[in-house]
Structures are given as C-alpha cells and as structure tokens.
C-alpha cells in the first residue's frame, strides 16, 4: 500500500495531500498549476516535501519526523515525465535498457514482452530523436516498465497524441495496469481519459484535494462508485 500525507510549500499555495493506495489506478484531475506534477516528483523522489510521510508497502520513502528520505534510484518507483525525457542520441533498445543495472534472462524475457504489448519491436535499433510523438511514448512506457517498479507514475502521457493514438494507449496502459498489478498514478487533463482508465480519482485545486470534488466531475464520473473519489 502507497500511504502519503506530505506538505510542500510551492510559490502561490502550499500543496496539502493525504491519501493511500493499494493496487488501483488513481487518476489525479485538476487545473493546470495546481500541483499535480510536484505531487508525482515527491512520490519519485525528486522533490523533497517540507513536512509529512511517504511510504510504500511498509517502507519509508521520505519522513520529516524520522528524517528518511530515500533516493529515487532505490525507490523502485517509475516515472515518466510529460517530456518522456529519452535520450535522442540512443536508440530504443538502449533508452530502454538505460535503467537496469545488470541483464538477467529474466530482464531479457521483460524485454521481448513491453516491445511486443507496446508494438516497438520494430524500432529497436532506430534513434528516439527520429520517433514520433506515440512511438516515444511507447518506448518511455517501456523504459519506465522495464526498470520493474513497485509503482507507476504517468504525467499527460498521452497528451500530444492524436485522438486514434490515444485511444490505442489508453487501451495499452490498461492493459499494462491488468498484467503488472501494480499501482498506477496518472495525471490528466481530459476527463474521457480519466473515466476509460481510473478506478480512484483524486481532484487537487491550489494544492488540496477538494472535498467534495467538483460536481462537473462527479457527473461525469457518476456511473464510478461515489466512494473511488478520493477527496
Ligand atoms: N521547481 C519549482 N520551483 C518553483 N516553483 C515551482 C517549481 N515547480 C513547480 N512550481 C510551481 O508550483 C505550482 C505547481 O506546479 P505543478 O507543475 O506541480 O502544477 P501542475 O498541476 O502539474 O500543472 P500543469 O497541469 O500545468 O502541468 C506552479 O505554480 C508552479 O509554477
């Protein structure tokens, strides 16, 4: 189980989250600037918050009472950022490999399966600088996966996809969701997106999850039991 409850002071607002995961798919919703992004770089890692906890499965992550904060590399958390971050001077085989230490035959047999689920194995040897937008996401889901994280975090990952694109991903992740049973952590922006892929929903607005959530998001999420929003 994901547990968090941190406080981070950002420029214009102070971010206040407080909730806990099993293995769901959490979609976190709201406006652009809000603090959905420093929310994932906390999780990763990457942003130390100023009070509070992160734990995942019993271990601490980042304490400020305990003073624990564990580097992203040993957090076994993956992260792809909106950019998707590939190396553009590497191919896809390399970029995707980048993140694991030493190859096994099982890190091999992972290997052939994201760029079988993930329809890339044609792009091994081609340079992520010469991809499309859909293929790079493609190979950063890949990178992200192949590292075997214990948690997924996705920022707009599909968001400069064309709509048949996007459809095809959403189906691809929730299909990665299903295999890996792992909890995912996805922001966005477009509700359809928000319904075909979460089974929690979390709305943040100037940094504190809104309670209760705004009702355009209740309506549209009303056939999802009241219960997934986590507010
Ligand atoms: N490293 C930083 N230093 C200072 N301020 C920051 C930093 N990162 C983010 N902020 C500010 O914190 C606030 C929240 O930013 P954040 O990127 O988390 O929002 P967001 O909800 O992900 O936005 P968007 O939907 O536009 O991506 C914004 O006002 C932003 O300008």
Known sequence: MLEIDIEKALPDFRLQ?????????LIVLGPSGCGK????????????????????????????????????????????????????????????????????SRSKELYEQLMRLLKIEHLAQRYTGRL?????QRVALARALMTEPQLLLLDEPFSS????????????????HSIWGIPFIV???????????GEKFMFINKGCQTDPPPL???TYLADNNETCLLA
């Not at 499309?132 to 790079?136: C, D, V, W």
């Open 187 to 197: 922001v966005t922006h477009d509700p359809y997106e928000a319904k075909v892929l």
């Open 132 to 136: 499309s937008g859909g293929e790079k």
């Open 37 to 104: 992004t420093t929310l994932l770089r906390c999780v990763a890692g990457l942003v130390r918050p100023d009070v509070g906890r992160i734990a995942y499965n019993g271990r601490t992550f980042y304490s400020s009472t305990e003073k624990t904060f564990i580097a992203p590399r040993d957090r076994r958390v993956g992260y792809m950022s909106q950019e998707c971050a590939l190396f553009p001077h590497m191919s896809v085989k390399n970029n995707i490999w980048y993140g694991v230490a030493r190859p096994t």
């Open 216 to 218: 355009w998001i209740r």
């Open 161 to 176: 996809l064309d709509s048949e694109t996007r459809l095809e991903m959403q189906a691809q992740l929730k299909l990665m």
């Open 17 to 25: 989250v407080s909730f806990a995961l099993e293995t769901e798919f």
